[in-house]
């Protein structure tokens, strides 16, 4: 069965009630049928459910679609994203391990790498997402095979977004990947921007795929999730280290997502269809500096982007002269657009990252993102692309009349 297929029909086994959709299971807690059963569940001589931090029926389905999804063999899911990408390093780094990223990160994810880490001693490099790769194995030291350079920490892990929030940026998965064949590293990829639809990381040689769930795979809004995928024996290592700190899904919330999935190929292909055609009407634009999406031409990453990805995601970044001030006329002349830092809506959402999701970066990191005071993050929704297009063309032009009569 194609991947499709697969997500609609994979769910729990059904309870004497004979139900076609499965269930709530809204509980703590399991029962055991004897003394025994409890024991043997405990010492993991016996697959079961006892309590909800550590499995639910809705959960394990939730799981199992998404490693069906990005051909992984095993994952565990969270009650966000952030604490998917958190666990996914505490439970794989230990004092003394160096982390090698792309600098453009997220921002909740820049200060875990860069504030929260470093109190346990874990060092790191950041590497633009366009290194070649002789650049990016230039800041990765071995730890396996050759020893590394003296004093220098050993790289454990490379973790990265492709593509990047907001920038957009890509990184060679493929290259990546011939690195960690020669050094051994962990290769960690926040795939949340492309959803498995559009990009499965793990194919391309990644051993561990990352999602924030509350976006394309809930997709409209309504609950926060998180999950983390790839090799089995890594994801043992995850398991224990969540099952003992607790950043558990609930069974709603796993419920929800997981009925979501049923619609992820159909969404993502009217979210990519629609974001290329709004990117394609930005660019276009007299008022608009620049315009990002990965499936434009004009992308410095377009021919890895159309080898890498399916379609270009959902999200386009574009630019506009003026400043913060620009940006505040701009969305005071939006009707359709919703003003939120979230992403990944049916509804299109627009923000500021500058004041925003980034605005704990400093100046020089920014800059070095390209975040600039006039930079609007669109996560592209599911509404008549006619109408948005002319809701963003409309509000782009009176932005700029407002600027001309307040400087005259």
């Known amino acids: 069965m194609k991947k499709q297929t697969k997500a609609i029909r994979t769910q729990t ?15 703590s807690s399991f029962t055991f049928d004897s003394a025994e059963q409890g ?30 999804l990005e051909n992984a063999e095993d994952g565990i899911a969270t009650a966000t994203g952030m604490a998917a990408v958190f666990a ?105 921007f ?34 983390i995928v790839g090799r089995a024996d890594l994801m043992a290592q995850i398991r224990f280290f ?8 609930s069974p709603f919330n796993a419920w929800v997502l997981s009925k979501s999935l049923e619609t992820l190929d159909l969404r993502m292909e009217r979210h990519c269809r629609n974001a290329l055609q709004l990117a394609e009407a930005l660019e276009q634009h007299p008022d608009v500096k620049a315009v990002h999406y990965p499936f434009l031409p004009s992308h410095p990453q377009y021919e890895l982007a159309k080898r890498q990805m399916l379609a270009g995601g959902a999200i386009v970044t574009f630019e506009v002269e003026g400043g913060f001030e620009r940006v505040k006329e701009l969305y005071n002349n939006l009707s359709i657009a919703s003003l939120s830092s979230n992403l990944g809506d049916t509804r299109t959402i627009v923000t500021n990252p500058f004041t925003t999701t980034h605005s704990k970066l400093k100046p ?18 599911l509404e008549d692309i006619d109408d948005l297009i002319e809701d963003f063309t409309q509000a782009i032009a009176k932005s700029a009349e407002v600027l001309q009569t307040t400087e005259r």
């Open 13 to 27: 086994e059904k309870s004497q009630y004979r139900e076609h959709s499965t269930p709530l299971y809204l509980t």
């Open 39 to 68: 024991r043997a569940l405990f010492a993991e001589e016996e697959e079961g459910n006892i309590y909800s931090r550590f499995s639910n029926p809705n959960v394990t389905e939730f799981v199992e679609k998404v490693c069906m």
């Open 88 to 192: 996914s390093m505490g439970a794989l780094l230990k004092s003394g391990d160096h982390i090698v990223s792309c600098r453009a990160l997220f921002g909740s994810a820049h200060q875990i790498i860069s504030q929260i880490l470093p109190k346990w001693g874990i060092t790191h490099t950041y590497v633009d997402a366009d290194a070649t790769e002789a650049e990016w194995e230039a800041a990765i030291q071995p730890n396996t095979g050759a020893p590394a350079a003296a004093g220098a920490p050993a790289a454990r892990m490379v973790y990265l977004e492709t593509p990047s929030n907001p920038g957009l940026e890509l990184v060679d998965l493929e290259m990546l990947a011939r690195l960690k064949q020669k050094y051994g590293f962990i290769l960690s990829v926040d795939n949340c």
């Open 194 to 227: 492309a959803t498995p639809i559009l990009q499965t990381p793990i194919d391309l040689g990644a051993d561990l795929s990352i999602h924030s769930a509350t976006k394309y795979m809930d997709g409209q809004g309504r609950v926060l999730g998180g999950i």
């Open 242 to 249: 969540a099952r003992h700190t607790g950043p558990s899904l």
């Open 364 to 381: 020089d990191e920014k800059e070095s993102l390209g975040i600039t005071e006039g930079l609007i993050r669109v996560s592209v929704g």
